[in-house]
């Protein structure tokens, strides 16, 4: 049964530190988003990738985060430093792309982050 | 640009009555359209899709939802829900141009009464 995972499942930290979140797209496909769900925003696109290359960061803030896919098998969301605001749920979905978009996503079960 | 609207935050049923979540969506042209859903602590799972042809489409677990271009809506319904259809719903659009991005609404809590 292909999922995808993401780790680590639940993230405490204080604000300032670093915190890195880690996605394990399907197997074969080649499109990965980053998702960020608040109870005030609700589900927002940060962020995705098309066969590793970034297609999409407008809606991730750019001075405090970074994703990168080093490869086809990892994806990472990175926050330096971290604040108060950015406590939220993030998802990771890959999907397979058919023709000229992706029409399916699968969602990982998400990281939900508190920052103190 | 796409966006989504689901009129009810929060809807109660019975166990075995019938349920119809409303989805309305804004988008020039055809869209693409999706229901998910999300039970505590989980990701989202995708519970059907409409990209063209008929309709009423039919999902996973019970579900089905009917495109009404008429009306700009795709509602889901259930004749029948179970204790276990609890949880939220997400209704999302993409349009042909960046199909990739998905627009979600707000969300809609699903609570069965016993």
């Known amino acids: 049964d292909a999922r995808v995972t993401q780790t680590p499942r639940h993230k405490v930290t204080e604000m300032g530190q670093e915190v890195t979140m880690r996605c394990q797209p399907i197997l074969g496909h080649n499109t990965v988003f980053w998702y960020r769900q608040t109870m005030m925003q609700g589900l927002e696109l940060l962020a995705y990738f098309r066969n590793r290359a970034p297609l999409d960061d407008s809606g991730m803030p750019k001075d405090r985060f970074s994703a990168e896919m080093p490869d086809a098998t990892l994806a990472t969301l990175k926050i330096q430093p971290s604040e108060p605001r950015d406590s939220a749920v993030y998802f990771c979905?890959?999907?397979?792309?058919?023709?000229?978009?992706?029409?399916?996503?699968?969602f990982g079960p998400g990281t939900r982050l508190t920052v103190l | 640009a796409q966006s989504v609207t689901q009129p009810d935050i929060h809807i109660t049923v019975s166990e075995g009555a019938s349920l119809e979540l409303r989805c309305n969506y804004s988008y020039g042209a055809t869209p693409y359209l999706f229901w998910y859903v999300q039970s505590p602590g989980q990701g989202l799972q995708l519970l059907l899709k409409?990209?063209?042809?008929?309709?009423l489409v039919q999902g996973i677990k019970g579900f089905e939802a009917e495109f009404k271009r008429s009306q700009s809506s795709f509602n889901l319904r259930k004749p029948s829900v179970h204790w276990s259809d609890a949880a939220e719903y997400f209704c999302?659009?993409?349009?042909?141009?960046?199909?990739?991005?998905?627009?979600f609404g707000q969300g809609t809590r699903l609570t069965i009464n016993p």
């Open positions: 409409y990209f063209s042809g008929d309709t």
């Open positions: 979905a890959s999907g397979p792309q058919r023709g000229a978009g992706v029409y399916e996503q699968f």
């Open positions: 999302a659009v993409a349009g042909i141009q960046g199909a990739q991005k998905l627009v």
